[in-house]
């Protein structure tokens, strides 16, 4: 027996929802540090970015996408989300900078989560004063694959 002409176009309309809700745009990733946004000069910090379950790998940005990190060391943080963790062992100058995260699943890339803001305080003299211009000195993050780019 042979299914019926309806049957058949209400399994490949099924189909083809499945498929365009798959080509739809991945969920945001969220981005946060630990232990806070503002951090004394040669304190460590470390910046946690997190996506659905499933991501492949993360990408950490410097503000102008010309500086990155790659990890495939995800990790899941909880049943519905998942997690990379890049550590900067000694904040310099040079880590106060803007950051994104952005990642990939199943061969696509999410869109960018929003900026991060990261403020490098200056732990003699005036500790108010943050320090926020950039000098070529950048602490070293650890725990990612190589890109081939500088630490952020």
């Known amino acids: 027996m042979s ?31 630990e232990p806070g946004t503002v951090i004394p000069l040669g304190r460590p910090v470390t910046i946690v970015c997190r996506g659905p379950v499933g991501v492949d790998q993360f990408r950490l940005e410097r503000e102008g996408r010309s500086k990155f990190n790659d990890t495939k060391d995800v990790s899941q943080a909880s049943p519905s989300e998942s997690e990379a963790r890049f550590h900067i062992d000694s904040v310099s100058e040079g880590n106060a900078r803007r950051y994104r995260c952005i990642y990939v699943k199943s061969t696509r890339w999410s869109e960018l989560s929003d900026y991060l803001d990261l403020v490098v305080k200056e732990t003699s003299g005036d500790t108010d004063s943050p320090v926020t211009e950039p000098d070529s000195s950048a602490g070293t993050v650890t725990g990612t694959e190589g890109s081939g780019c500088d630490a952020p």
């Open 3 to 33: 299914p019926h002409p309806t049957a058949l176009l209400g399994l490949v309309l099924c189909l083809a929802q499945t498929i365009h809700a798959q080509e739809g745009p991945l969920p945001r990733p969220s981005i946060s540090a």
